[in-house]
């Protein structure tokens, strides 16, 4: 949502656009009325206003909030000088010029920019302000004095003086409501989502996320299915042959079901513009890096022919070296998951068949589960490390490595103990009851993590900011204390964290990077 829509062109050859809502806030901490206003904060706010910023300041119940806009015209300038890469309308990212601003792509809402590129050259504006004087100036907030040094951010000074508490994005409210309406409160479409709007509000990360959530949700409808008839139908003299076929039928759904969400997945890059070709061009680019370090440019045709033995040998070893270290890595990899977590497996399975109550089973199987979580994290963690050490050949090459090393890794943990379960009880019976009690649990947790605790920490910090303002001396007694505004709400609410883990989805989504 932008005021007064997308405008026209101006002489400097700019879109001639009214400013942003409101997308960025500062936090910073409230002092008394009485206070003296010439402190650090209002000069924050003077110098904001001298970049071009428009600034409007909001005292809640917590803090106070310095709510930022700009026109469009002061971000594309910001971009320009950031040297931002867009794509053009002939197909290939080039360096954005303000001044050539009919050239680039617009993004599907008809703006400029995207979410991602408004909040980069958001924080290159503010954090740009800096001391340009010859001395230090003297800043004083709440009795304390400090000096702003010559060249240095203004907001990275007030950051280490604890100042400035945050810098986060801020809602759109009119785009807010209406993707709540008609995306997240939308019953009548259960599985349908409007993918675009999401794309242009929140960017391609999360659009693709929750596109392969919607696909794959859509998906799940053929092995539901096939599972209940499964379990409910008898097929009397080819029961035999049900499961086997089943089997099969879920292996052949999860080839078939990744195939076609490649194939939407690029489908969605190509609708919203997306190209990789100069993306493919820095990666072949960077290939090519190491013969250019040790070739000279004026001899480099020379060379090619002259030490084609040695250039061919050095480019065989680095090969074969790149090859040991992924060996090396999934060695350490599948030896951590040996030797680690199988005797956790063992002491487990021993608790559960030494307790005898259902109640007790259900509870220590939670702490397995979360205890196996937080393991998990770790794991995901070390294999991005031990990848960064790989000698892999592009992008392309280290996600595949990540995703192998994820996925065995969330495979393993995931189903290492039920296998050590199926082994030790060789009873289907027991092992369907262990697989209930699993499912159980963990739903309970996911739930309860993602869900339950964000509420309760948004409630209790809720409640602690309005009990402290009434304790405060100005507030009235006898009237209600609410958080009022909306910049305040979205403060105190802790940030989403997608149940999928970040090693996860950097393997998963790798290359929908926001534009």
Not at 207 to 220: H, I, N, P, S, V
Request: aromatic residues 14%.
């Amino acid at each position: 949502m932008r005021r007064g829509g997308g405008g026209g062109y101006g002489e400097d050859g700019g879109g001639v656009e009214e400013a942003t809502d409101f997308e960025v806030g500062i936090v910073v901490p409230k002092l008394s009325r009485s206070a003296s206003g010439e402190d650090c904060v209002a000069s924050l706010v003077r110098e904001l206003e001298g970049a071009g910023l428009l600034v409007e300041r909001v005292r809640g119940v917590p803090a106070e909030f310095i709510k930022l806009s700009a026109p469009m015209g002061i971000l594309g300038r910001a971009a320009s000088e950031m040297q931002m890469k867009k794509l053009t309308c002939i197909g290939m990212e080039l360096q954005f010029e303000w001044e050539q601003v009919t050239a680039f792509v617009r993004q599907p809402d008809g703006s400029l920019f995207s979410w991602r590129e408004r909040f980069i050259c958001f924080r290159y504006l503010i954090y740009g302000i800096v001391n340009k004087t010859n001395s230090e100036i003297s800043l004083k907030f709440d009795d304390k004095e400090f000096y702003w040094k010559q060249n240095e951010s203004l907001l990275r000074r007030l950051e280490d003086e604890g100042v400035v508490k945050l810098v986060f994005p801020l809602h759109e409210e009119v785009k807010r409501k209406q993707l709540l309406r008609n995306w997240a409160l939308n019953w009548h479409d259960f599985t349908w989502q409007p993918i675009d709007e999401v794309y242009s509000y929140f960017g391609t990360k999360i659009a693709t996320y929750f596109a392969f959530l919607g696909m794959y949700t859509r998906w799940l409808f053929f092995p539901a299915v096939s599972g209940l008839a499964t379990q409910l139908i008898d097929f009397g003299s080819f029961q035999w042959l049900v499961l086997p076929a089943f089997f099969i039928f879920v292996i052949s759904w999860a080839v078939f079901f990744l195939q076609f969400w490649k194939r939407k997945n690029s489908a969605l890059l190509a609708r919203w513009g997306i190209n990789y070709s100069f993306a493919e061009y820095k990666a072949s680019a960077n290939e090519l890096e190491p013969i250019r370090h040790y070739l000279p440019i004026e001899r480099v045709e020379e060379k090619n022919f002259d030490d084609a033995p040695a250039e061919k040998r050095r480019l065989q070893r680095n090969e074969w070296s790149g090859v040991l270290l992924r060996i090396r890595n999934n060695a350490i990899i599948v030896l951590g998951i040996i030797c680690l977590q199988l005797p956790f497996e063992l002491a487990y399975a021993h608790l559960y068949d030494k307790t005898e109550t259902e109640a007790l089973r259900y509870v220590l199987t939670a702490l397995y589960l979360v205890a196996i979580q937080y393991y998990t994290r770790i794991g995901g963690k070390v294999s991005v490390i031990l990848i960064k050490y790989e000698n892999n050949q592009g992008e392309q090459s280290s996600a595949d490595s990540l995703i192998y090393k994820v996925f065995g890794l969330y495979f393993m943990q995931s189903y290492i103990g039920l296998f050590y379960h199926a082994s030790l009880y060789r009873d289907i019976l027991t092992l369907r009851k262990v697989l209930i009690q699993r499912l159980v649990v963990s739903q309970v947790l996911e739930n309860l993590i993602e869900n339950s605790i964000p509420y309760l920490k948004y409630s209790y910090k809720k409640y602690s900011a309005v009990h402290k303002k009434r304790q405060e001396r100005e507030s009235p007694s006898g009237k209600s204390v609410r958080l009022s505004t909306r910049v305040e709400k979205e403060y105190l609410k802790p940030s989403y964290t997608a149940s999928i883990g970040e090693e996860l989805e950097d393997g998963l989504f790798d290359g929908n990077n926001d534009k």
